[in-house]
């Protein structure tokens, strides 16, 4: 697969650097944030620090999406990611997503140069899939049961496998029913979106099952709370469980990476093809 409006080939793994604008999200909220204001000169030097170190991609996030975040205003979000979004476009060469649901500022991202929409509500909003469709961008569907402040309250399933792919499948089908072609889609099963730690491994175990989709498969797994509820372990000490969770998505038919921590994980990326190199005789 490539990108449309700018090309970036993933028939082989790639990471995605995450850009939070958040003061408030799980991990790095607030680290772009100086005397309590966003930043522009951090954010530039953190995405120039993730390209330098192999992200292809930089996700950029206006809004918190971890468990028990409140929505924001599209005044807010906007004043978060488009100044961002139009200084990386004018200094890196790299793709830029953005992370947002919110049709108001897909449109504002789309205008100011990024190149793929991430929407961990698969384009569920009114008119998020008119405004995709108008455009030319890529766009990532990922499912989530319920929302952000409410996902993690008992979330159950009859099977979370079926239940997540047969998600996708009747998303990609509505996309197909504005014009967006299968080409320009990628699918998220959205790891910690309303799912257990079972749910999770169950999800990652059967990764392979989402290939059938026939498109991209991007997985989010970086410090996710499965890891330190399994684990018992800080924030903080949850790189190494990150980087084995991100080996088993690689081998079960993950293409694109999200990550905070870029150069580890494109190490174990490029660990991984190097291993794969050699098993296919290419050495």
């Given at each position: 697969m490539y990108f449309l409006e700018k090309r970036l080939d993933l028939s082989y793994p790639r990471v995605m650097g995450i850009l939070n604008t958040t003061p408030d999200s799980f991990f790095d909220g607030g680290n772009l944030y100086k005397n309590g204001k966003l930043d522009l000169d951090l954010a530039l030097i953190r995405a120039e620090d993730m390209v330098s170190n192999g992200a292809a991609i930089l996700d950029i996030g206006g809004e918190s999406t971890r468990?028990?975040?409140?929505?924001?205003?599209?005044?807010?979000?906007?004043?978060?990611?488009?100044?961002?979004?139009?200084?990386?476009?004018?200094?890196?060469?790299?793709?830029?997503?953005?992370?947002?649901?919110?049709?108001?500022?897909?449109?504002?991202?789309?205008?100011?140069?990024?190149?793929?929409?991430?929407?961990?509500?698969?384009?569920?909003?009114?008119?998020?899939?008119?405004?995709?469709?108008?455009?030319?961008v890529n766009v990532c569907l990922m499912h989530m049961l319920g929302n952000p402040i409410t996902m993690q309250t008992s979330p159950e399933y009859k099977s979370v496998n079926k239940d997540v792919k047969q998600f996708l499948i009747g998303r990609i089908e509505k996309c197909k029913q504005v014009?967006?072609?299968?080409?320009?889609?990628?699918?998220?099963?959205?790891?910690?979106?309303?799912?257990?730690?079972?749910?999770?491994?169950?999800?990652?175990?059967?990764?392979?099952?989402?290939?059938?989709?026939?498109?991209?498969?991007?997985?989010?797994?970086?410090?996710?709370s499965m890891i330190n509820k399994i684990l018992k372990r800080d924030i903080l000490e949850s790189l190494p469980a990150t980087?084995?969770?991100?080996?088993?998505?690689?081998?079960?038919?993950?293409?694109?990476?999200?990550?905070?921590?870029?150069?580890?994980?494109?190490?174990?990326?490029?660990?991984?093809?190097?291993?794969?190199?050699?098993?296919?005789?290419?050495?």
């Open positions: 468990p028990g975040a409140k929505p924001i205003s599209n005044e807010e979000e906007m004043d978060r990611v488009v100044p961002i979004v139009e200084s990386i476009v004018s200094r890196l060469d790299v793709v830029i997503s953005v992370d947002t649901s919110k049709p108001k500022i897909m449109e504002a991202a789309v205008s100011s140069g990024a190149h793929m929409i991430n929407d961990v509500k698969a384009l569920s909003e009114p008119q998020a899939l008119e405004v995709i469709a108008a455009s030319k014009g967006i072609s299968r080409e320009r889609l990628i699918v998220d099963p959205g790891f910690g979106f309303g799912k257990t730690v079972d749910h999770n491994l169950e999800l990652l175990g059967n990764l392979r099952d989402l290939a059938a989709l026939d498109c991209p498969i991007l997985v989010g797994l970086s410090r996710k980087l084995g969770l991100v080996a088993i998505a690689l081998e079960r038919g993950a293409n694109l990476i999200r990550a905070h921590d870029v150069r580890e994980t494109a190490d174990v990326i490029s660990m991984w093809l190097a291993v794969n190199r050699v098993e296919n005789g290419s050495e």
